[in-house]
């Protein structure tokens, strides 16, 4: 499968914990996207990538929220001091053109 | 004001018939749009994308896009149950080195058997 790929699937963390999810996109797309979903919401725009550069990151997102992409392959998102608030599903998504966004299935984070 | 506005729904329509979705946006710099489908506990799929103003279709979807309102929809021909499933509306904009997806909340389609 070439699609793209997000690990773990599930985290279940207890509050003040950091976490980490990896995102490894379709091989050929240098666009990368992290956005937050939760129940009956849009997903929430978190940051861009354009190969290893982030070029865009939401104000909504605290200090504590921090996204990598060494040499434009994989992306880290790293959640420090979780908090009950940041339960969500966390997707991550790539593409070649702008907007035309291929999902993974997604890290479904609670914290308890 | 949300930057992608779309009615939650949920919107009901009958096997057969024709389901309109609709969406409105704020950022006149936006230059393309996108509606993505997801199903319950999956994630979003692209569907449909329109660049220019006026109807583009695909199979049974038509994308309608008006830049002066600000308004894009869906059309859903001949709907079926496997149609039922969260619309999300998608606007990108770039703007030198900018660039953002901003998703709608989405609006729900029940089609009814």
């Known amino acids: 499968d070439t699609g793209v790929s997000q690990n773990p699937r599930h985290k279940i963390t207890k509050r003040g914990q950091n976490v980490t999810f990896r995102c490894d996109p379709i091989s050929e797309h240098n666009r990368l996207y992290w956005y937050r979903q939760t129940l009956g919401q849009g997903p929430e725009f978190l940051t861009y990538?354009?190969?290893?550069?982030?070029?865009?990151k939401s104000r909504l997102l605290s200090d504590r929220f921090s996204a990598e992409r060494p040499k434009g392959s994989f992306s880290t998102l790293e959640i420090q001091r979780t908090e009950q608030g940041d339960s969500a599903m966390y997707l991550c998504a790539s593409s070649f053109l702008p907007g035309e966004l291929f999902f993974g299935e997604g890290s479904r984070l609670t914290v308890l | 004001q949300k930057e992608v506005e779309q009615n939650s729904g949920p919107l009901s329509v009958p096997e057969g018939a024709i389901a309109s979705l609709n969406c409105t946006y704020s950022?006149?710099?936006?230059?393309?749009f996108f509606w993505y489908r997801q199903y319950s506990g999956k994630s979003p799929e692209l569907i449909m994308f329109i660049y220019s103003n006026g109807d583009k279709e695909d199979g049974r979807f038509t994308a309608q896009l008006n830049k002066a309102s600000q308004y894009v929809s869906l059309l859903i021909r001949d709907s079926q149950p496997s149609d039922s499933a969260t619309y999300l509306c998608a606007v990108n904009v770039i703007s030198g080195g900018y660039q953002k997806v901003t998703f709608g909340t989405g609006t729900k389609l029940q089609v009814i058997p």
């Open positions: 990538f354009q190969n290893e550069a982030q070029l865009e």
């Open positions: 950022d006149r710099g936006s230059q393309s």
